[in-house]
Every structure is written in C-alpha cells, then in structure tokens.
C-alpha cells in the first residue's frame, strides 16, 4: 500500500546557490497530521511550495499516493493549500470563496452548492454563507479558508503557518478546532509553524529543521523527552544540558564524565561512542530540588544555588546557577516547592531513565 506522501531524498537548491533543503525523506500515512518545525529560513515553508507544486524540487521525488508528481503543475496535484493569511477573495462572500476551487474544476452549479453545503455544515458555516470576509473573525475566516480547501477534496491538505495571524486568545480554541476537524474529515495534514505548542499539541509526528535538513521526526512526546541532537535538545523544550565525555554506554544506560563528576541517562542514537564528546539533557520537569545537606541524591546529582523563584499558575519555576556558573531551570507543580528553602545552597538531582544522552561535537 502506497503512502499518501512521500519524499525521497528531496532537496531544493536555489539559482543564487541557497541550499533550502537537503536530501530530505520522509513517509506519512493516510491521515496522519505532520508538522514542519523550525523558525524561519531552516526550509521548512520551502519543503511544502515542493510539494503543493509552487516551488520545483532540484533533487529527489515527490509521491503522492504512490504516484511521482514533480512535473505535475499545483492545479494538478491532488493538494490544497491554506496561507497564514488565509487568501480569502474579499470580494466574495463566504460561499463563493468556497465554491471557487469547484468552479475552477469545471463543476456545475448544482455540484458546487451540494458540495459547499456539506463542507459548510460539517464546519458550522452555514449561517455565514452570505457574509465577506471583512465580517469574519479569525477563527470563521480560518473555518472558511479550511472549507474551501477541504471542499475540492484533495488527498492531503497543506497548510502555512494558517494561525500565524490569529490573537494569541484565538490560537488555542482553533488548534482545538482544527485538530477535531482533521480527525473528522481524516485527511493527511502537511502543517509549517514556528511555534512548538502548536506542533507539540496538533501533530502525530514532528519534524524538526535545521539549515534546510531534517534534524529529527518523532513523535511529539518522544521529541520532547529524546531528543537525538543537541540542536533538538536546545530548541525543544527547557532542557539542561551538562557536556563531557562518553565513558560507558549500554542499551539502558550511558554515563558521561563532566566537569560535575559521573553523570548518567538513557542512550539515544547510534552515534554513541566511548571516548567521544557527549551530554546529559534533563528536561526541566524532570529534576527534583533539595537542601544541600538533604540525603538521598548520590549519583546524578549537582550541587548549585538557588537565585530565582517565581510562580506562574499552578507552576513553580526555579533557577539554580551550578558551580561552573551554568544556570538550570526547574519546573514543577507549584505545591512541590510551596515552602521557601531554608538556604540557596541546594542539590538538583534526576534519575537516569528520566534523561537522555546524545552525542555532541
């Protein structure tokens, strides 16, 4: 059984030399929701112009269910594409902004409005029918662009940052909405943002990029607990990350000799070597925060000082600067560190399985 998308070895070059993207593979299943994760100029919004078809791949091929589409032209492609922006016609209301992709397919008018209609329904759209855009708000111009896309039914719907424009207060009931829809309609999602809440929530897998080449593609509960670079471990999350040398490693555990002494977590990666450059990534959520003279924390365990304490919510962060000068952050529930520390002088500790080692240098 085909894919419905596949990349092999994918790369776009552009005529000034840029390299956007890098022999990049990739394999999704029917339905899934994939995200492209990175800030801007790493390649991402690139890789999806190649496959909607507004940008031609220099290396590689494109499958879409089985079938190469590089010389396919965009209105050919079995693909619709939503802009952060949206892309609305002002001047058309609600219906002829979704009937236009019909039109364009040659459909005829009865066609156009039983499917529009059903597509309207399923997204809460029909007492909006006859409206323009410039009486929409966010979240119905976003269901309408949707609508739009979704209603010329295409194998996998491509979406561009789509919530970029939206008031932060907007964002997250539409990534709630979003998500319901795509699960609803289970069409595949090829989604581009910057922001890893959105991907962290929406995604079934992420992938993550970095100068054009895909650093890691996980799914997002293992992005953010085993990150397999120390570029991912960097940008995901709030991580603590304690350099040195590889001096064992197994398929449980690794240990990696710091300037803290013996430290140890899960191996991840099949770059591990003894002897080579290595680091322990705790996750904030992950360490635990003692008084100094407290018993309990031999292994990995750090000795630092506690400079900062605030509280957000239900959540308590700390910053502890070890003794390298090194600054951890620290996040928990806010009842765990309820209670002022007697003295700054304090122990962070974690256990191994609760982090990771990677290869570094």
Not at 37 to 60: N, V, Y
Request: hydrophobic content about 40%; some cysteine; aromatic content about 4%.
């Amino acid at each position: 059984m085909a894919f419905d998308l596949e990349l092999s070895g994918v790369g776009k070059v552009f005529p000034n030399g840029t390299l956007a993207v890098a022999d990049l593979d990739l394999q999704v299943e029917k339905g899934e929701f994939i995200s492209f994760l990175r800030p801007s100029g790493c390649g991402k919004t690139t890789t999806l112009r190649m496959i909607a078809g507004f940008e031609e791949a220099t290396s590689g091929d494109i499958l879409i269910r089985g079938k190469r589409v590089n010389d396919l032209p965009p209105e050919r492609r079995p693909t619709s594409t939503i802009f952060q922006n949206f892309a609305l016609f002002p001047h058309m209301t609600v219906r002829q902004n979704i009937e236009y992709g019909l039109h364009i397919k040659g459909l005829s008018g009865a066609a156009r409005r039983a499917r529009a209609d059903g597509i309207m329904e399923k997204l809460q759209l029909v007492d909006l029918a006859r409206r323009r855009p410039g009486e929409l708000s966010g979240g119905q111009r976003q269901r309408t662009a949707l609508a739009r896309g979704l209603v010329v039914e295409p194998d996998i719907l491509l979406l561009d940052e789509p919530l970029g424009a939206l008031d932060a207060n907007l964002r997250k009931p539409i990534q709630n909405e979003l998500k319901l829809l795509q699960r609803k309609v289970g069409i595949t999602f090829i989604f581009v943002t910057h922001a890893q809440s959105e991907a962290l929530v929406l995604s079934d897998r992420i992938v993550v990029m970095n100068r054009g080449r895909a650093e890691q593609i996980s799914r997002p509960d293992e992005l953010y607990t085993r990150p397999r670079t120390e570029f991912v471990a960097r940008f995901i999350g709030r991580n603590s990350i304690l350099t040195g040398t590889l001096s064992r490693v197994d398929q449980r555990l690794a240990v990696v000799d710091t300037p803290f002494g013996p430290l140890s977590g899960a191996p991840n990666g099949d770059q591990l070597e003894v002897g080579r450059p290595a680091a322990v990534v705790v996750s904030s959520e992950a360490m635990d925060v003692r008084p100094a003279t407290a018993a309990g924390a031999a292994g990995n365990a750090l000795k630092g000082r506690l400079v900062g304490r605030t509280m957000t919510g239900l959540e308590v962060h700390l910053t502890v600067t070890l003794e390298n000068d090194q600054e951890i952050m620290i996040e928990a529930s806010r009842n765990k560190y309820e209670q002022a520390f007697a003295s700054p002088e304090v122990l962070v500790s974690w256990s191994a399985p609760d982090a990771t080692v990677i290869r570094t240098g």
